[in-house]
């Protein structure tokens, strides 16, 4: 989990447990005003495609 300085947060999870996660954020009190996948940079994926680090 990472937390940013104005209290947002994320989270590293299974993607078909999110309904779960967000219903106990809610259930707990915590006021959930976004919920979504990261997305990868193009450098992220290319690396992924041809198997190779970055040179940088």
């Known amino acids: 989990m990472s937390i940013r300085a104005d209290g ?33 940079s193009l450098e992220e994926v290319f690396m992924e495609l041809t198997g190779t680090e970055s040179g940088g």
């Open 8 to 40: 947002a947060f994320s989270l590293r999870i299974d993607p078909e447990q999110a309904g779960v996660i967000n219903q106990r954020l809610v259930m707990g009190g915590i006021t959930v005003t976004e919920f979504r996948t990261a997305e990868r």
